[in-house]
């Protein structure tokens, strides 16, 4: 089967940076994506990985490994604002995008 | 901005009842989307449209139909509303082609079902 794994929730000091991991079993792989989504919102798209390596982007980056089956989003100058769920997902063989439950992270002052 | 509007944000339905959930897009994209979301579960695809008048079951189609008579609107239909449906309804729209997976996504419909 197809799966994705995160941690469910997450705590992080304001100021300090973050890491969130995910890791993925799936048939095919056409891509990975970020996304947040604040309390009662929609999700919002953060980042897309389809390479090896590192993707940076202000505040946040987005690491792949394809090989290791793993990704990571790494939060900077973590602000209050940034205390959302982040949700990831691969693009399967078929273009079909698989989602985590997604990681709460919460933010402290 | 692309804009992704749904009819409703909440619903009370009782059981047996049938409910409709629109989404309209204003942009003039292909690919449109229905999720439902649950705590402790990713989003889970019910049905996705290419095209007008076209359609594609997602992985858990079963107790919902969808409506796509116009491009720019994707309705998604429980004809006969049950209490496991109870959820977070999200459209959603693919602003570039497949392999970007980028999507756009309404503010989202919360039904309860009674």
């Known amino acids: 089967g197809q799966n994705i794994d995160q941690p469910t929730e997450m705590t992080a000091t304001e100021g300090a940076i973050v890491q969130i991991n995910c890791t993925y079993q799936?048939?095919?792989?056409?891509?990975l994506f970020w996304y947040q989504q604040h309390a009662g919102e929609a999700p919002t798209f953060l980042s897309y990985?389809?390479l090896d390596g590192l993707e940076e982007k202000s505040r946040f980056s987005s690491f792949l490994s394809r090989s290791k089956g793993y990704s990571y989003l790494l939060l900077k100058e973590l602000q209050m604002k940034d205390s959302a769920s982040y949700l990831c997902a691969v693009s399967d063989s078929n273009y079909q995008l698989i989602w985590g439950a997604g990681t709460k992270l919460i933010i402290k002052p | 901005d692309v804009k992704v509007t749904q009819s409703s944000r909440y619903l009370v339905k009782r059981t047996g009842e049938k409910v409709f959930l629109e989404c309209v897009q204003d942009m003039d994209h292909e690919n449109m989307f229905w999720y439902r979301q649950d705590p402790g579960l990713g989003l889970r695809l019910i049905y996705f449209?290419?095209?007008?008048?076209?359609?594609e079951k997602g992985d858990i189609p079963e107790g919902y139909s969808v409506s796509r008579e116009k491009k720019e609107r994707f309705s998604l239909i429980l004809e006969s509303a049950s209490t496991n449906q109870t959820s977070m309804y999200l459209c959603a729209i693919s602003a570039g082609g497949l392999d970007t997976g980028e999507l756009f996504f309404g503010e989202g419909s919360r039904l309860t079902v009674l």
């Open positions: 990985n389809v």
């Open positions: 449209s290419y095209d007008v008048k076209m359609k």
């Open positions: 799936t048939s095919g792989f056409n891509g």
